[in-house]
C-alpha cells in the first residue's frame, strides 16, 4: 500500500488552479469550520499563527475529513522541524524566506528518506504512516510530499531561475509583504515598482514549469496573478475574514470599533 494521495500536488502538476485559505488561529474547531467551506487547500501557519506541533497535529485530525487539501508552514526551515512535521502527517511544506538554489536543495533533501535525502526513518511509529499501516510509506512518501519554497526577498528573485530549476521543488510562493518590505515599500505592496517585480517573477516560475503562488486580500490582485498564469492563490486568511465579520456586525448596530481589517498579503 503506497502512501496516501496528495491532491493538491497532482493538480499542481496538472495545472489545475487552486484557490486557499490562511489558518492563522491556531485551533483545531476554527480549522474545522474552514475545512467545510469549499476551499481547494489550507495553509496551517506555523510562522505567523500561534502554532506548535501539537497545535498542528490537532489541526491536521480536524482537517482529515475535509476534502481541502492542507498545507503546513513551518516558521523556518529547519530539517529537525520539518521532519516532525512530516511524521505528524504534514504531505505538503510551504518553507519561508528561501532566498537561493542552494537552501532550496537542502530542503529536498529534508523531505526525502536517504540515501536520497536526510529524513529520518521512523515511520512505523508515525501519524503519515497510519501508525504503520503503510507498510510501503517509506517507499513511496517521497512521490506524495509537495514542497513549496517561498521567494519573499530580492536576493530570492535574483536567483528566482535557478530555484525553479530544483528537482523537488513542485512549486515557489511570491511572498508580497515581506518582498514589498524588502524592496523598500514596507506595507505598500500594491506598489507598481512591487507589482512589476511580482508579474515577472510569476512569469517566470511559470515558464520554467513550477506552479507558482501568492497570497494577497486583494479580489482584484488575485484574479490578475490568476491570469497571469498562477496556479494556487490564497485569497483570504480566518483571522481577517473573522474579524472583518464581526466588526461589520457591530457596525449594522452601531456597534463598530478597532482598525478595519487591512487588506494586503503576506
Not at 123 to 130: D, E, W
Not at 235 to 263: C, H, I, M, N, Q
Request: proline share 5%.
Amino acid at each position: 500500500m503506497p502512501a496516501p494521495k496528495n491532491h493538491f500536488k497532482a493538480a499542481l502538476k496538472a495545472g489545475r488552479q487552486q484557490i486557499g485559505l490562511w489558518l492563522n488561529m491556531g485551533e483545531a474547531l476554527s480549522a474545522e469550520i474552514a475545512g467545510t467551506a469549499g476551499f481547494d487547500w489550507l495553509v496551517i501557519d506555523g510562522e505567523h499563527g500561534p502554532n506548535d506541533l501539537r497545535s498542528i497535529v490537532a489541526q491536521l485530525q480536524a482537517l482529515s475529513a475535509s476534502p481541502s487539501e492542507v498545507v503546513v508552514r513551518p516558521p523556518m526551515g529547519e530539517t529537525w522541524f520539518i521532519k516532525q512535521l512530516l511524521d505528524i502527517g504534514a504531505r505538503t511544506l510551504l518553507v519561508p524566506m528561501v532566498d537561493s538554489a542552494s537552501e532550496a536543495e537542502e530542503l529536498v533533501r529534508a523531505v526525502r528518506y536517504p540515501p536520497k535525502g536526510v529524513r529520518g526513518v521512523g515511520a512505523a511509529v508515525a501519524r503519515a504512516s497510519g501508525f504503520n499501516a503503510i507498510p510501503d510509506y517509506a517507499e513511496t512518501a517521497a512521490d506524495e510530499i509537495c514542497l513549496i519554497v517561498q521567494a519573499e526577498t530580492m536576493a530570492a528573485i535574483r536567483d528566482l531561475e535557478n530555484i525553479a530549476a530544483i528537482d523537488g521543488v513542485d512549486g515557489i510562493f511570491i511572498g508580497p509583504a515581506d518582498l514589498s518590505a524588502d524592496m523598500g515599500y514596507l506595507g505598500r505592496m500594491e506598489a507598481p515598482e512591487v507589482q512589476e517585480v511580482i508579474d515577472k517573477a510569476i512569469v517566470t516560475i511559470v515558464k520554467a514549469g513550477k506552479a507558482a503562488g501568492i497570497l494577497t486580500f486583494s479580489e482584484s490582485l488575485n484574479r490578475h496573478y490568476l491570469d497571469l498564469g498562477a496556479s494556487f492563490v490564497a485569497v483570504g486568511a480566518d483571522v481577517t475574514e473573522f474579524s472583518g465579520a464581526l466588526k461589520a456586525l457591530a457596525a449594522r448596530y452601531g456597534r463598530a470599533t478597532g482598525k478595519p481589517t487591512p487588506r494586503s498579503g503576506y
